[in-house]
């Protein structure tokens, strides 16, 4: 509905011929680069683009080829994290986003999923445990930083369909009550609770968070929390709008303009019509 918006116009004629956006995750230079890979990536997977569009198979296709170390991405290493494993990371739940058919991906998920299966193979979590799997899956390549906690984007998006049904079950209920939110979503407290506002920008990073929940098929019952709320904050007409607020330049907008409020309601009422159809 959305693909051929002045935004995914925007952003397709920035790619490059490699299938890159200049730096994945980090935008060192935004003179040069004014976005990063990832940044595209998610903004056109917002936008309605899939595998089956040229520039994200583009994309896929400059993923591997990092992931298989066929060529470099041009970040600059981080200190805080073990550099490869994390870029690894990245690129596999990236390319895990729009395909599922790429075995070094796949390859990737799987050992995550082993390790964090490990980590709650007592019923529940042992940080113990996932550092001696990590360290053991990883061959005691862990250096030069420390190993990310797994309650982040990236793990969570990338293992959502690796768990057997009852380690899936205390999984997502360990990632549901973490204290400090999900990594990298923008939100530093439990996905369980509701943002205080509805018409914010804080609403719109909260859809993305349980969008990405919405991955873990065998629990989304326990998102009837999130349906109930969405219920209570429609409108007369039976649809929604996060208001001006919302507008974050990732979820919304999605209409070339906002300017009415027609569009901005019609943005809000897609976004949560499509994450329903996802959760009910």
């Not at 040069?32 to 899939?50: D, F, S, V, W």
């Not at 995550?112 to 299966?117: C, K, L, Q, T």
């Not at 997502?172 to 530093?188: A, R």
């Not at 943002?195 to 909260?206: A, I, L, Q």
Request: glycine fraction near 4%; aromatic fraction near 14%; include cysteine.
């Amino acid at each position: 509905m959305y693909k051929d918006s002045k935004w995914a116009k925007e952003i397709v004629n920035l790619q490059n011929k490699d299938g890159s956006w200049g730096y994945f995750h980090t935008l060192s230079d935004p003179n040069k680069n004014p976005m990063t890979t990832e940044q595209a990536l998610r903004r056109l997977e917002i936008l309605g683009y899939t595998i089956y569009d040229d520039c994200i198979q583009k994309s896929v296709e400059y993923m591997v080829k990092c992931l298989e170390r066929k060529i470099q991405m041009p970040d600059r290493r981080e200190k805080t994290h073990d550099w490869d494993i994390f870029t690894d990371l990245m690129l596999s739940t990236w390319i895990r986003r729009f395909t599922k058919d790429i075995p070094v991906a796949n390859k990737l998920a799987n050992a995550w999923a082993d390790i964090i299966s490990s980590a709650f193979a007592s019923g529940y979590y042992s940080n113990q445990d996932y550092i001696l799997a990590s360290n053991h899956t990883f061959s005691q390549k862990l250096y030069g930083g420390r190993l990310l906690d797994f309650v982040n984007f990236y793990h969570v998006s990338l293992i959502s369909d690796c768990l057997d049904i009852e380690t899936e079950k205390l999984v997502f209920d360990y990632i549901l009550n973490y204290e400090k939110g999900i990594y990298y979503m923008g939100i530093d407290r439990p996905a369980y609770i509701l943002p205080e506002v509805f018409e914010s920008k804080d609403t719109s990073r909260f859809l993305r968070l349980i969008e990405l929940l919405s991955k873990y098929k065998n629990n989304l019952h326990k998102l009837s929390y999130v349906v109930d709320w969405l219920s209570k904050n429609k409108n007369q007409e039976g649809k929604w709008d996060m208001g001006t607020k919302a507008k974050d330049n990732i979820s919304f907008p999605l209409s070339d303009s906002w300017r009415t409020k027609e569009s901005r309601t019609n943005d809000c009422t897609y976004t949560i019509n499509k994450l329903l159809d996802k959760i009910v």
